[in-house]
């Protein structure tokens, strides 16, 4: 069954990629120039599968970090964290850790977000609002 599901997640990317694609290139150029990413990360980041792009809010939520009001009071941070999350190779690592749920995390080995979410951790537990990065 894990395949089946595995090919579905791949059609949908390659659609969501030709979709992209058929923008043209102006459009492309004017989405990302609009979301303030350059256009490789616009593609990289619609290449994600959904299971992935669920990665980042997982391990946000686990270490008692909210992403929704992260997204309200600091999106540029949010978005420059979910672009470096989409361009990680270790989603399968990410995804065994966070799914076991009783074990400690072990994303500070090689989660390239770690050092944002580190300074996160730090300005929620001293009170103070995390500044912009």
Not at 106 to 124: D, F, K, M, W
Request: aromatic residues 4%; glycine residues 4%; contains cysteine.
């Amino acid at each position: 069954m894990q395949i089946v599901e595995t090919v579905r997640q791949w059609w949908r990317v390659q659609s969501c990629l030709r979709k992209l694609e058929a923008l043209g290139p102006a459009a492309m150029a004017e989405l990302a120039r609009d979301n303030a990413i350059p256009e490789a990360d616009l593609r990289q980041l619609v290449s994600r599968s959904e299971t992935d792009s669920a990665l980042l809010p997982r391990l946000l939520k686990r270490l008692g970090i909210d992403p929704e009001q992260l997204a309200q009071r600091q999106a540029s941070v949010l978005r420059d964290m979910t672009i470096v999350c989409a361009g990680c190779a270790m989603t399968r690592r990410c995804r065994s850790d966070l799914s076991q749920q009783d074990a400690p995390l072990r994303h500070g080995r090689y989660c390239p977000n770690t050092e944002t979410i580190r300074a996160l951790r730090q300005g929620s537990e001293t009170g103070a609002r995390p500044r912009e990065f």
